[in-house]
């Protein structure tokens, strides 16, 4: 693990918290989920379930979640079977690299990236093979040539994330497309990080590649109740896909944490089966903190591509003479008493892709709309600095 010292978002956070700067860096909301939600999560502490549960998760979670797989995007996956339940979306793409990726195996990721792929590729003694997503005046998007050219006959595994942090992009029904017949004819496995499933703007929807013809079988999906609940601390997270594979998952899984969650499950379970409009209103809510985000870095002199999907926006600020993100983010707080997190961090240091990102810098507008609104009353301070 030499190379993953700590990352840049703990000094990030660390700078926000000793200037007193508003935190638009790392991305968790500052407002907790849904009543009913933490209700039920503290009467199941008092009904006494506190201790293990099964390795594969409770059963009504795991029914829940294959509920949920049906309902919004018709899915079909076998709860006994095809579910697991694990410590947050973050263990459940470790446990599936570890169990599916060999030493020397590669790996291909979309860059930026999530910064804990690298590491559980890393651990695991795979090969990560980089292809960077391409900038375009609208948003970012596959690179049908350059992901043609990352396979070979070493690659074993796909890790895709739509909706995408850090760049906000929901990727198309075509460049799934195009990710599905890749690893089709190269045998590979997708494993997607679906965390911000319900987070889709504009009326699009969010398009699972586990639905695309003959993915289901080769697909691990991902997912987890910190962005859909706004409980990033409670690390429940799930993935569905074919019994051999999940059982591969479920192997690892059970001596890294062997479960954990024990009374948040139950709870999730019954979030998960809230009405469509509780999905809608996540949805609507951030859309609108989306767009006073986008206005207030705009009217800062910032350029920006609107992002389809997630919580986080992409902004260049060299409109306003900066071309470099990680001094900027250095900087941001004594300049705007406002901090963001340079997307160069999502990219492997010195890679093609780190150059394409260098200037750019990711703000999160999961918070409330006074902190957003105050963070773009500030960095308006940038014009004249
Ligand atoms: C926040 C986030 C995660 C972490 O999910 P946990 O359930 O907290 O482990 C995973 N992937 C992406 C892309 C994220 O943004």
Excluded at 13 to 19: F, I, K, P
Aim: aromatic letters at 6%; charged letters at 20%.
């Amino acid at each position: 693990m030499q190379g993953f010292g700590p990352t840049i978002f703990a000094e990030m956070s660390a700078l926000a918290a000793r200037t007193g700067s508003l935190n638009l860096g790392q991305g968790f909301p500052d407002s907790d989920g849904p009543s009913s939600l933490l209700e039920d999560a503290v009467d199941a502490i008092r009904a006494g379930r506190n201790q293990y549960p099964p390795g594969s998760g409770e059963p009504e979670l795991l029914a829940a979640v294959a509920e949920h797989q049906h309902r919004f995007h018709g899915l079909a996956v076998d709860p006994a079977t095809e579910v697991l339940v694990t410590t947050g979306a973050t263990e459940a793409v470790a446990a599936s690299v570890l169990a599916l990726c060999e030493p020397g195996d590669e790996v291909i990721v979309l860059e930026p990236a999530y910064d804990a792929y690298a590491a559980a590729i890393a651990l695991a003694g795979g090969v990560q093979r980089s292809v960077p997503l391409r900038a375009t005046a609208t948003g970012f998007t596959v690179d049908a040539d350059a992901l043609r050219a990352a396979f070979s006959e070493r690659t074993r595994l796909l890790l895709l994330n739509t909706p995408h942090n850090p760049t906000g992009a929901v990727l198309t029904a075509a460049e799934l497309a195009v990710v599905a017949e890749l690893a089709a004819a190269h045998d590979v496995v997708v494993v997607t990080d679906e965390v911000y499933e319900h987070l889709v703007y504009d009326g699009l929807r969010h398009l699972p590649i586990a639905t695309l013809p003959g993915m289901a079988e080769r697909t691990l999906t991902v997912s987890s109740a910190g962005k859909t609940f706004s409980v990033t601390g409670w690390k429940v997270g799930w993935l569905t896909g074919p019994a051999d594979l999940v059982t591969a998952v479920r192997t690892v899984k059970q001596f890294v944490t062997f479960s954990g969650g024990a009374p948040f499950q139950p709870a999730v379970a019954r979030a998960l089966a809230l009405p469509d409009a509780f999905f809608a209103e996540l949805a609507g809510d951030h859309q609108r903190r989306r767009d006073l985000l986008c206005e207030g870095l705009r009217a800062a002199g910032f350029e920006v591509r609107v992002p389809a999907g997630s919580y986080f926006v992409v902004a260049d600020p060299r409109p306003l003479g900066f071309d470099d993100g990680t001094q900027l983010c250095r900087r941001l707080p004594e300049l705007a008493g406002v901090v963001g997190v340079p997307v160069s961090a999502f990219c492997t240091p010195g890679g093609e892709a780190a150059a394409e990102v260098r200037p750019l810098v990711r703000f999160t507008f999961c918070k409330r709309d006074a902190v957003l609104s105050e963070a773009v009353e500030r960095l308006q301070r940038l014009r004249t600095h």
